[in-house]
């Protein structure tokens, strides 16, 4: 069974850097794509990156230029360097697997919450 453990957030202030961490429990190489989206209060949840197994990767225009998104396959880990943070980017981040097949499967971890705020 996969499990997605989140770390990182916190209370930053505008203009600062967070890095959340997704540890995978099981092999990470089963999973085709590896995510962060976040939900905000009263907004739906939205995908802010992702990462294939090949490396490529997909920003939410809202966070492109100041997110990266990594993944170590050795230490089963994917990471969000948030920089030059805004008060919209607080929200709940969450983190995502998912893996191709019939049925396609997906796993999500229980969430960190980032608030940007001064």
């Known amino acids: 069974q996969v499990q997605l453990v989140e770390s990182g957030g916190g209370l930053v202030q505008p203009g600062g850097s967070l890095r959340l961490s997704c540890v995978v429990s099981?092999?990470?190489?089963?999973?085709?794509?590896m995510g962060w989206y976040r939900q905000a209060p009263g907004k739906q949840r939205e995908l802010v990156a992702n990462?294939?197994?090949?490396?490529?990767?997909t920003y939410a225009d809202s966070v492109k230029g100041r997110f990266a998104i990594s993944r170590d396959n050795a230490k089963n880990t994917v990471y969000l360097q948030m920089n030059s943070l805004k008060p919209d980017d607080t929200a709940v981040y969450y983190c995502n697997g998912e893996k191709y097949g019939w049925p396609r499967k997906y796993y999500w971890g229980q969430g960190t919450q980032v608030t940007v705020s001064s």
């Open positions: 099981g092999s990470m190489f089963s999973i085709n794509v």
């Open positions: 990462i294939t197994s090949g490396g490529s990767t």
